[in-house]
């Protein structure tokens, strides 16, 4: 019984807790987790400089030169490659998602290999993509 | 403790759902659309203006777009209630967190209809 009113008193009191991730050492597929939502974060943002291309893109022949021109400069150029790194990362992360929903690469080592293999091929199309845009 | 009155269904399991079916539909347009720039190069106005004539890629524009309000705002949420809770931000963190949905939505609901201005020219 006192074990019983001690473990009660401490599951209503002062339960130990860390989850401060700053001291927590986190397996590879975290970090691929974290990816995931800073990348859909950057595509939320990015949706808005992606639509105000395609205005341009559609109003007019003027504004669609305009926006070639616009598109020549170097910042533009960063930007739209950091837009499409993101959609790469989210896609392939993504892809690997829908995979461990139907329990394909969800095991500890399988799920590391997952992750090995989303940062190689994601690194790998944006190089490409970088190449594409410059 | 985060209570759950601002998901999207009330239901985490259709929540769960719906980002499963609208990620399909925006990798099809993703992969579709960069298709479509990657094998056209030096595309021209023309060209580019009839594609977004036909009714069919109005259609399926309009749904990705839609697909994105559904998708992000689950994600979104799913982050704001994450992060801006009342372990990190004290008792008081729905101050911080409902407005940040509030604009997660706003935002969402303005690219759709921006998105519908675009397509039909208005």
Not at chain 2, 18 to 28: E, K, N
């Amino acid at each position: 019984m006192y074990a019983t009113e001690r473990w009660g008193k401490r599951v209503n009191s002062k339960r130990p807790v860390n989850l401060d991730i700053t001291t927590i050492k986190l397996p590879l597929p975290a970090y691929t987790s974290i990816l995931h939502r800073i990348s859909g974060v950057i595509l939320f943002i990015g949706l808005g400089f992606l639509l105000y291309g395609l205005e341009l893109s559609l109003a007019s022949e003027e504004s669609f030169d305009s926006l070639k021109d616009l598109l020549s400069a170097p910042l533009a150029k960063f930007v739209i490659w950091g837009i499409l790194s993101a959609l790469i990362y989210h896609f392939i992360a993504g892809v690997k998602h829908l995979l461990m929903d139907v329990d394909v690469g969800d095991g500890k080592e399988s799920g590391r290999f997952g992750a090995i293999v989303t940062l190689v091929l994601s690194s790998m199309l944006i190089i490409l993509a970088g190449v594409w845009v410059w | 403790m985060v209570t759950n009155i601002t998901n999207l269904s009330r239901s985490g399991l259709y929540d769960w759902m719906l980002q499963r079916l609208t990620a399909i539909v925006l990798g099809a347009y993703s992969v579709i659309l960069l298709g479509y720039l990657v094998m056209n190069p030096g595309l021209q106005f023309s060209q580019w203006a009839e594609l977004f004539d036909d009714t069919w890629m109005r259609i399926f524009t309009l749904l990705a777009l839609i697909s994105i309000l559904a998708h992000a705002w689950v994600g979104m949420w799913t982050i704001s209630t994450d992060y801006f809770n009342d372990r990190a931000f004290g008792s008081k963190s729905v101050l911080i967190r409902f407005p940040v949905q509030i604009v997660c939505f706003i935002a969402l609901f303005s690219y759709v209809i921006w998105g519908v201005q675009i397509l039909w020219g208005l």
